[in-house]
């Protein structure tokens, strides 16, 4: 690791551990005590307000500053900050600065960075303020996933339902059809799972990491299984009178999976909820018959009373 990325790591870890210690620091970031504390003291030369107690319950700790030191991002984070950007151009009132401190961003980043910013240029947010993960949630998430450390997390299984506690070893953040969603092993489980953010009232990092299976090869698509095949009430399987190629361009690959079956094809996908399920199928407007459950043959001939009937 190079300096420069050390030092960039010496602000992660500050940032997710309030009172981190020099020793705790040499030991994550596999240096001597005396290297942690010249990176400490590099920093403040740069304008990084770090306070430091000493005992043994002292240690580093960010501080606010009255001006701003210089910031070190790597690729990364130069892309999430354009990203976040391009976002705030949508927003009331600040359209104008976002504009012209995405101009300033490009101007000061590496030539070989600037490929990456383009690509962003046209991406837009949807935000969903009824699923939006409050900042208290998704900041220590997306730290915990870069350092690579366990975290306990306070998660609701169900909207109704309370919190528990879940100490998770961290993976990915990934975010689809505007919700955010976390990656995670469970402690001593031999499988991932699926968290979505909004479901999680508090994260802890835990200053370990645990042992866990290989990890999914694409997370993105993990999410979108997870949830188009998840813990539901009822497994639903239709068979679609038409190619599976038109189905997928109608079809979300995380609300079900199609099935190719030649001319025809099989649509796979779990629900809570059969009515929701029957207003879904006809909304696709494709001919179909189900294969299971039988309820929601029942369902659908009674949407479509009810449809004859009102209209």
């Known amino acids: 690791m190079s300096t420069t990325s050390r030092r960039l790591e010496v602000l992660t870890l500050l940032q997710a551990h309030p009172g981190i210690s020099a020793g705790q620091l040499a030991t994550r970031l596999e240096v001597t005590e005396r290297t942690a504390r010249r990176d400490v003291a590099h920093l403040r030369e740069l304008g990084y307000r770090i306070e430091g107690e000493a005992g043994p319950t002292g240690g580093y700790r960010l501080a606010s500053g009255r001006t701003m030191p210089p910031l070190l991002l790597d690729a990364d984070e130069v892309a999430a900050v354009a990203l976040g950007l391009r976002t705030a151009v949508t927003v009331d009132g600040i359209e104008t600065a976002a504009v012209t401190a995405i101009a300033k961003l490009s101007q000061l980043v590496p030539a070989r960075w600037r490929t990456r910013l383009n690509a962003l240029a046209d991406v837009q947010s949807m935000p969903d303020s009824r699923r939006r993960a409050g900042r208290d949630v998704l900041v220590p998430a997306a730290l915990a996933c870069r350092t690579g450390e366990a975290a306990r997390i306070r998660h609701r299984r169900r909207a109704t339902a309370d919190a528990k506690p879940i100490d998770v070893q961290p993976l990915r953040l990934v975010t689809l059809r505007r919700r955010w969603y976390l990656v995670a092993c469970r402690r001593e489980s031999t ?12 994260v802890q990092p835990l200053g370990t990491r645990f042992s866990v299976p290989e990890p999914p090869s694409d997370a993105v698509a993990f ?47 779990g629900t809570d909820d059969l009515d929701w399920a029957a207003r879904w199928l006809a909304y696709l407007n494709l001919d179909l018959d189900v294969i299971e459950p039988d309820e929601l043959t029942g369902r659908l001939r009674a949407l479509g009373r009810w449809l004859a009937e009102r209209y």
């Open 191 to 202: 499988r991932w799972s699926v968290y979505a953010l909004d479901r999680i009232e508090h």
């Open 223 to 269: 999410v979108a299984d997870a949830l188009a095949h998840g813990p539901w009430r009822h497994r639903v399987r239709v068979l679609v009178h038409t190619e599976a190629d038109l189905v997928r361009e109608l079809v979300d690959p995380s609300v079900a999976t199609v099935i190719d079956n030649g001319d025809e094809c099989e649509l796979r996908f």
